[in-house]
């Protein structure tokens, strides 16, 4: 059974940090590439970061310079470090992997853990 499982949400001040986690099972992680997306109250679904399974990454314009992506496959688990953040990063922060294995496309997603940025 696949589970990506978030954690590290919370509530904070706007200027201040968090740092998500994913760790994932019932998945080979490591040939996965991985990502962070969130959804404000109201909108659409949108893509933070991304790293490949090489270790790329990219992000989204609104967070670059503030936000890293990173991942341990050793412990099958991605991160997203946030920092200066702001009110409007106020969303539900979901992990997703996605793979391809024997010609077969896999796409999982996590629960989801709620940020809040409000003074």
């Known amino acids: 059974q696949v589970q990506l499982v978030e954690s590290g949400g919370g509530f904070v001040q706007p200027g201040g940090s968090l740092r998500l986690s994913c760790a994932a099972s019932?998945?080979?992680?490591?040939?996965?590439?991985m990502a962070w997306y969130r959804q404000a109250p109201g909108k659409e679904r949108e893509l933070v970061a991304t790293?490949?399974?090489?270790?790329?990454?990219d992000y989204a314009d609104s967070v670059k310079d503030r936000f890293a992506i990173s991942r341990d496959n050793a412990k099958s688990t991605v991160y997203l470090q946030m920092n200066s953040l702001k009110p409007e990063d106020t969303a539900v922060y979901y992990c997703?992997?996605?793979?391809?294995?024997?010609?077969?496309?896999?796409?999982?997603w996590g629960q989801g853990t709620q940020v809040t940025v409000s003074s």
């Open positions: 019932g998945i080979l992680f490591r040939v996965y590439a």
């Open positions: 790293i490949g399974n090489g270790g790329l990454t």
């Open positions: 997703n992997a996605d793979g391809v294995l024997f010609g077969k496309q896999y796409h999982y």
